[in-house]
């Protein structure tokens, strides 16, 4: 088992085409809204979107705050506040925070309202664009937003045929821009996180190798959620640890170990170690290890 060695380097060739469309588009909008998985708001966070919206009126939102330690939740709005940028807990898979971020992106833009007027903007809804990477749940936002069914508005004066606009409200619109984008990976650490979460998607990468990580992630960190989860006896992890071998050797045995109280076994009465780091994996990305924030303030 290779340590913190993998090779992670994907960026799709038509991400190029929807970056700069976006940047196009952006001449339109009134207010961004970033969607950010809150268990990793720096890792889901491009540094290209803050680099081409940062004269642009902002609202962040920590999606899946429901998978998140609550206080690093509560540490992780202040510290945008303290940035200047107002942020929101959204839950998009409830609905949970859904109308707090439509009050906090007509509070954003109100806030300017001055600037719009004096553009003759006077009575014209707020226009919003919706950026993220994939699996932060861009896609699920946008359906609670627009409770899916929302009527899609006309063309406008200015704006190409084939834009899409979409009434929120009687004072939001939001335009409906196809692709995302994704990051170009700024640290192993950054990608492994995005792993961690199912932003990269398992067969990208070695399923095995991401949930051996995540696993020796979790062990020094978050033990007691992970002796909880599996059923183990602290003294039996304490035992492996205190053996004379390498610290990657001591997380396969825990690996086994999870394996053996799960079953995942195969012929010779040997370990699935896959199966067991989709366990792992799987756990993690629903919450049933626990609510916990990979990026903590």
Do not use: C
């Amino acid at each position: 088992m290779s340590e913190n060695k993998m090779n992670i380097n994907w960026y799709p060739g038509h991400m190029a085409k929807t970056k700069k469309q976006i940047i196009e588009d952006l001449k339109l909008i009134d207010v961004v809204v970033e969607i950010l998985d809150a268990r990793i708001p720096i890792s889901s966070r491009n540094p290209d979107i803050a680099e081409y919206t940062k004269n642009k009126k902002k609202v962040i939102v920590l999606n899946k705050y429901d998978l998140a330690d609550e206080k690093q939740n509560a540490k992780w709005i202040e510290h945008f506040k303290e940035n200047g940028i107002e942020a929101v807990l959204v839950n998009s898979n409830s609905g949970e925070g859904i109308n707090k971020a439509i009050s906090k992106i007509e509070e954003v833009y109100s806030s300017g309202k001055s600037q719009y007027e004096n553009k003759g903007r006077i009575g014209k809804a707020i226009r919003v664009m919706i950026l993220g990477i994939p699996n932060v749940g861009k896609s699920s936002f946008i359906n609670r937003i627009s409770k899916k069914n929302s009527a899609t508005v006309g063309n406008k004066p200015g704006v190409t045929r084939q834009k899409q606009w979409i009434r929120i409200n009687q004072n939001i619109e939001l335009l409906d821009t196809p692709g995302v984008l994704w990051p170009k990976f700024q640290s192993e650490e950054v990608a492994l996180n995005l792993a961690y979460t199912g932003s990269i998607k398992d067969d990208v990468l070695e399923t095995i190798e991401i949930g051996f990580n995540l696993l020796r992630l979790l062990i020094d960190k978050h033990l007691d959620k992970l002796l909880e989860r599996y059923k183990l006896n602290k003294e039996e992890v304490d035992e492996i640890y205190n053996l004379d071998i390498a610290e990657n050797e001591k997380v396969l045995e825990v690996m086994h170990l999870i394996g053996k109280r799960r079953g995942a076994l195969i012929s010779g009465g040997n370990i699935d170690e896959e199966k067991v780091a989709k366990i792992i994996l799987d756990d993690f990305r629903s919450g049933k290890i626990g609510r916990i924030t990979l990026e903590e303030i």
